[in-house]
């Protein structure tokens, strides 16, 4: 029987138009069945659009519905893909806009820090949404999870539907150990790597090239380089030993150290705001696309399945292995983390499913900079779990970013203020304002 793979939030577009290349450029899933959910009528049919023109550009003939029905949706499913962002790009521009009246600087804002403890509390109900249906109508199903905050996600899904199989799924990894292997010109395809930690801030621990140590050509090429060297996550490789699997935009915001500090933002070239030009930027690609879509054009497709939903579902269905790196709950996988939170851990998949690698301690200097980035994410998980308001504050009370540039006072009135902001789509036990 032919698996069925369904993509919630379908809508976003782009992504959903890049996973389908992959998943039709694999011989054997080329007839698979593709449903199609997203609550928006018209970039559902575009996204219907999109995968009709995917599978006539790959000369693949898969059954392809779409529906803004999820439970119809989930029923039967083998895969379940989720890309929904919640509140999409009016939510993004008040989890920026909102804390940069307090001074708070965020660069994408998606995963710990303030905005991603937001972006996580309006997630959970939808996340909550779809175990339910899928416990109820595909319980042995697959949730492939692409949507941040990855770790929020990932551990809130461990705390309400434990039995649920889930992978986080990040590109982050691989696109790291690409472009490392470009600044010092060895071909990717001949390097070995062993990288671990949590999502958005893993630490390459090895890169080899027949069984050679790769970071020392790193240095030299760093060495070499002035203007290598203003980037965020390279000086964290300079000071801690381990390169970070994150782009600096990212990096430099889930560390006190940066984006506070106008001297530390000129030097390091850090794009404040980042993300709110991207989320425009999607916005105006949606458009674009669709355009092409009505006037009949052709849509080139990328079939180089770099996406790790392709190759997940590739793996289990034919039984090629092959390792990725995937966020799983530490369950002992990685020991100076603590357990029952999500980390990303090297997964060796095959035709019986994904096996999670133990990694044993981090480097303790890695560890200690995966533990700050946890309490926020477990705090948040819990305040949502616990319907506890309280948490809430806390969890901004320990992140990093947060905690380096405002007092508590303030803090407290930021998330309020992001409470009023995002109410109608919080947990209803969190939708009111704390005080002391």
Known sequence: MKPTIVIIGAGSVEFTRELLGDILSFPELQTVRIVLHDIDAERLETAEAIARATADAAGATPDVVATVDRR???????YVINVIQVGMHQATVRDFEIPARYGVNQT??????????????RTFPVLAAIARDMEQVCPDAWLLNYTNPMAMNVTYLHHIAPRLKVLGLCHSVYWTMVGLCELIDVPYDQVSYWSAGVNHQAWVLRWERDGQNLYPQLDQRIAADPELQRRVRVDMYRRLGYYPTETSEHSSEYVPWYVRHPAEVDRLRINIGQYVSISAANLAEYQRVRAELAESRPLPIDTGSTEYAPQVIHSLETGHTRVISANVVNQGLITNLPDGVAVEVPTT???????PMRVGDLPPQCAALNRNFLGPVDLAVRAAVDGDPRLVRAAAMVDPNTAATLTVDQIGELCNELTAAHAALLPEPLRSPVWP
């Open 72 to 78: 119809r949706a989930l029923d039967g499913a083998d």
């Open 108 to 121: 994408i804002g998606d995963t710990i820090g303030i905005g991603g403890i937001f972006r996580g509390l």
């Open 349 to 355: 998949l095959d035709a019986l499913g994904a096996h």
